[in-house]
């Protein structure tokens, strides 16, 4: 069974902390997507990497990095957590040129 | 600007009723067109996608989609709902290419016994 798997379903941190959200998939999957989720908002899309150490910003860069340094690995860090960025991260992947195929079930952070 | 609109937030349907989703993009060319499930709790799921040809497109879980040109939609279709299909729908469009995806705010599906 294929699986997208994030480290954590909730995670409760500080402002100002730095934040790692880890996402592995067992799929050899080449494409590799961040999402937020936010009610009313749908999914809004932060980075998404085609291939090992190479990323593209998606429409909500801004306050986030991400790294590859594996193909099944893909990290979303917040550099300087605020309380804005409190919000549903889903990690997805995909074969090459396809769209988000599978997703992770999520992980709820909160910035306090 | 591009955009997509699902323009119900919530719909609540009888078990064995029909069902139609709405799904509304604007972009000035044809883009490539998804639909999403979420169950409580988890992750996305893709239902079925369009991306040139026959404008009735087959997708999992018996839901298809209609794809018209001239009304810009994409509108989600199932004959008879079951409990479990309960959910919230997404309604996504590409616009330059199958990654980068615009997302819908989302349609949250209740089915009543």
């Known amino acids: 069974d294929v699986k997208v798997t994030q480290s954590s379903r909730y995670l409760v941190k500080r402002t100002g902390e730095k934040v790692f959200l880890e996402c592995v998939q067992d799929m050899d999957h080449e494409n590799m997507f961040w999402y937020r989720q936010d009610p009313g908002l749908g999914l809004r899309l932060i980075y998404f990497s085609y291939d090992v150490k190479m990323k593209e910003k998606g429409d909500i860069p801004e306050g986030y990095s991400v790294s590859r340094e594996k193909k099944e690995r893909f990290s979303l860090i917040l550099e300087s957590a605020s309380t804005n960025q409190t919000s549903m991260y889903l990690c997805?992947?995909?074969?090459?040129?396809?769209?988000?195929?599978?997703f992770g079930d999520g992980t709820r952070l909160s910035i306090l | 600007a591009q955009s997509v609109t699902q323009p119900d937030i919530h719909i609540t349907v009888s078990e064995g009723a029909s069902l139609e989703l709405r799904c509304n993009y604007s972009y000035g060319a044809t883009p490539y067109l998804f639909w999403y499930v979420q169950s409580p709790g988890q992750g996305l799921q893709l239902l079925l996608k369009y991306f040139s040809g026959d404008t009735l497109v087959q997708g999992i879980k018996g839901f298809e989609a209609e794809f018209k040109r001239s009304q810009s939609s994409f509108n989600l279709r199932k004959p008879s709902v079951h409990w479990s299909d309960a959910a919230e729908y997404f309604c996504?469009?590409?616009?330059?290419?199958?990654?980068?995806?615009?997302f819908g705010q989302g349609t949250r599906l209740t089915i009543n016994p």
């Open positions: 996504a469009v590409g616009m330059q290419g199958a990654q980068k995806l615009v």
């Open positions: 997805a992947s995909s074969a090459q040129a396809g769209p988000p195929q599978h």
